[in-house]
């Protein structure tokens, strides 16, 4: 009899996760045995949660807001873009026992972006609003498709100040109120503003004729940032659905040795949202 492996997502709201259909439906299409579960778990149960999870044959784990710090922290060693990230959100149960932490974020949006949705990265000019966690994981594999720059504005302006000084200064940041004047390519809205249907304060045309907006959000109708795109005629408007299933399956093949198909699984998705 086969055995099944066990998986989770552990955050704090878990509720409305898409994380368990994802992986179960990943599950299906590489004939894999193993089950995926999400797990209400906040940041004071995270150390318990964790030691259990693993002392009871979990394999991997996925965290979420708001514990990618914490699980950046625990792991027993980090791969070089969980270090950069300084978050992580996928934990891999080794065959030495130890734990290892990677940020599957970065890799998802940029494969998002450029294999499913054509988007060119390389010499655009590229402004992500926000510089919490996601904005953190995103940056190093932004970086490597070289952009001819790339500019950082967030609400609290000395989080965008300093993130460039871990970045040895490859990017630039400011405040909300100095995009004032300048224009972007590729607009990336890594705040969790979306979330309660706000939008940051954003000047008059910052996006550029033909440009991108992309929300890391997502919800069963368009986010207040992919409205403002659509506003901006952005030649895309995008949230993050395509972001979330393709951080999950690199997170899948570090976990089986197998990626799956992603393409037939965000149309699906889609196709399940209300109109
Ligand atoms: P954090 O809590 O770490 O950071 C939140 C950021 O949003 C901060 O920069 C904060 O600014 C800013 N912010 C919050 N509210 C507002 C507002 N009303 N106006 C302007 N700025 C605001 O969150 P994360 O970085 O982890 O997540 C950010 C977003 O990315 C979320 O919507 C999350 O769902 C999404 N995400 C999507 C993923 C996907 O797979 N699609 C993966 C990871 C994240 P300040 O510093 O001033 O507080």
């Given amino acids: 009899m086969k055995t099944i492996d066990h998986y989770a997502v552990f955050g704090s709201p878990i509720k409305h996760s898409k994380s368990p259909r994802i992986h179960n439906l990943f599950a299906t299409q590489t ?36 514990l990618k710090e914490l699980a950046w922290l625990n792991a027993s060693h980090r791969t070089e873009r969980a270090e950069s990230a300084k978050a992580v959100n996928t934990l891999i149960l080794q065959a030495d026992g130890l734990i290892l932490g990677d940020n599957t974020d970065g890799v998802g949006l940029v494969t998002d972006l450029i294999v499913n949705n054509s988007v ?15 904005t953190r994981g995103i940056l190093a594999p932004l970086l490597n498709e070289k952009p001819a720059c790339i ?12 993130l460039p000084l871990e970045f040895n200064h490859r990017f630039q940041g400011c405040s909300f109120d100095q995009l004032d004047g300048q ?16 939008l940051p304060p954003l000047p008059q045309n910052l996006l550029t004729e033909n440009g991108v ?24 408007s995008l949230d993050g659905l395509g972001m979330l299933v393709e951080q999950a399956a690199e997170a899948f093949l570090l976990w089986r040795g197998v990626r799956p198909k992603t ?13």
Wanted: hydrophobic letters at 40%; glycine letters at 6%.
């Fill in 263 to 275: 393409r037939e699984i965000i149309e699906l998705l889609n196709a399940e949202r209300p109109l």
């Fill in 183 to 198: 224009n972007f390519d590729v607009i990336l809205n890594a705040t969790s503003a979306s979330l309660s249907d706000e």
């Fill in 213 to 236: 907006c992309y929300d890391l959000a997502y919800g069963n109708k368009p986010t207040a940032f992919v409205r403002w795109g659509q506003l901006q005629n952005a030649s895309k």
């Fill in 120 to 134: 060119e990265l390389k010499n655009k000019r590229i402004l992500i609003l926000g510089a919490g966690g996601a």
């Fill in 151 to 162: 500019t950082v504005a967030n609400r609290t302006v000395s989080k965008a100040i300093q």
């Fill in 31 to 66: 004939n894999q045995t193993l089950d995926y579960v999400a797990h209400e778990v906040n940041a004071e149960q995270f150390i318990t949660a964790v030691t259990d999870f693993f002392a009871q044959g979990g394999k991997g784990l996925n965290c979420t807001v708001p």
